[in-house]
């Protein structure tokens, strides 16, 4: 069964970008699935950030605008988030998600989930 792992600081400072890697446990990141990052804010719901294609096509949430950056590196088998200007509010478990669609249906944790980081956002 394949395995994601997100990696990245735990402690980003307001204002600064961040940047979270997925690392895939298969030989290859494969074709058919959509890679996807949510997040879950303390006390709220899972939300759904963008994903990206083995075509290389990228699908971003509106309600964050042009802050997210999603990109993928099949020679490292990595998936690559990049969220800038962050606030307070974007502190958040944050989990990479592998599915056979670009939008997962959330309450069903459909797919196949990283075990999440954390990510506070302070000075």
């Known amino acids: 069964q394949v395995q994601l792992q997100e ?38 719901r899972l939300e759904w950030m963008g994903a990206i294609g083995i075509d290389g096509r990228v699908y971003s949430d509106p309600s964050l605008g042009s802050r997210t950056s ?7 088998n990595q998936i690559t988030l990049k969220l800038s200007s962050v606030t307070p509010e974007d502190t ?9 669609t670009p939008r997962p249906d959330l ?10 980081t954390q990510v506070t956002v302070s000075s």
Do not use: F
Not at 70 to 76: P, Q, V
Not at 107 to 116: K, L, M, S, V
């Open 92 to 100: 958040a478990v944050y989990y990479c998600v592998r599915a056979q």
């Open 107 to 116: 309450y069903r944790r459909e797919g196949d989930w990283g075990q999440g």
């Open 70 to 76: 999603i990109s993928g590196d099949s020679s490292k």
């Open 7 to 44: 990696s990245g600081p735990g402690l980003v400072e307001p204002s600064q970008t961040l940047s979270l890697t997925c690392t895939v446990s298969e030989d290859s990141i494969a074709a058919n699935y959509y890679y996807s990052w949510v997040r879950q804010p303390p006390g709220k």
